[in-house]
């Protein structure tokens, strides 16, 4: 069977995966989850007890859950090297090491800008300060980010790599919690421009939106919650 991948709407980080499998071009299957309903019932716990997103039913029809564990499950089978350099390069290593940089300190920094803008009942004071934080820390991981960029188009080498599509799925919250002007940050701008102008990048946010869109053809349909959740569950 071809891997089915759940993926989160709205604004969910596994958008960056969809493209990434558009990028490995292999065939796939997703499933489309609302992370503000149906995420959140008992019965998405059998299949991320954690109630996130994303989450992989693999082609032996087994549940892996955590970004970094999927995206190392497609560099695994990217025999081509369609998406992630050689694994024993230094380019292999640069892009595990920034992948790790993205989904730990890059991605977390958002997380208190996320729980005061969902916090109820709202309790105005803790929420203010969380912004607060939550701006700085973004600020500051954008900086750290925006010094790891070197003289390549992508974030490694000369063709998206699972490290920009970890970084697309992200780089969206910064405008969405009103954070910064993109443009403070100009080699993740141009990155981001350049990513955001991919005929992948464009089919995976058109699918988070719910619009009906044609993409490389790997994509063999999607796949309903409760099925999945019936056919592979806990
Ligand atoms: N450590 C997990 C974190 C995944 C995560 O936080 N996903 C978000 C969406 S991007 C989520 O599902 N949040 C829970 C919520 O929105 O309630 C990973 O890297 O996969």
């Known amino acids: 069977m071809e891997p089915i991948l759940i993926y989160g709407f709205p604004l969910g980080s596994s958008m960056g995966l969809v493209a990434a499998l558009e990028w490995l071009g292999k065939p796939y299957r997703l499933c489309r989850v609302d992370m503000l309903g149906e995420m959140r019932e008992p019965a998405y716990a059998r299949i991320n007890a954690r109630h996130e997103t994303p989450a992989l039913v693999t082609d032996d029809g087994r549940v892996l859950t955590e970004t970094m564990?999927?995206?190392?499950?497609?560099?695994?089978?990217?025999?081509?090297?369609?998406?992630?350099?050689?694994?024993?390069?230094a380019d292999g290593d640069r892009m595990r090491q920034i992948m790790a940089f993205i989904n730990s300190g890059f991605t977390g920094a958002f997380s208190p800008l996320w729980v005061a803008l969902e916090m109820d009942p709202p309790r105005p004071a803790m929420q203010a300060s969380m912004r607060e934080f939550g701006q700085e820390a973004v600020i500051g991981r954008h900086d750290k980010l925006e010094a790891m960029v070197g003289?390549?188009?992508?974030?490694?080498?000369?063709?998206?790599t699972l490290a920009d599509a970890l970084f697309i799925g992200v780089a969206?919250?910064?405008?969405?919690?009103g954070v910064a002007d993109p443009a403070r940050w100009p080699k993740l701008a141009a990155l981001r421009a350049r990513l955001e102008a991919d005929p992948a990048v464009i089919f995976a946010t058109a699918l988070e939106s719910g619009d009906s869109v044609t993409g490389s053809g790997a994509l063999r349909g999607h796949v309903p919650l409760t099925e999945v959740i019936d056919r592979f569950g806990a």
């Open 151 to 160: 003289d390549t188009p992508y974030l490694v080498g000369d063709r998206p």
């Open 69 to 89: 564990a999927i995206a190392h499950w497609f560099a695994a089978r990217d025999a081509e090297r369609r998406i992630s350099p050689d694994p024993l390069s």
């Open 172 to 177: 969206r919250w910064l405008e969405f919690h």
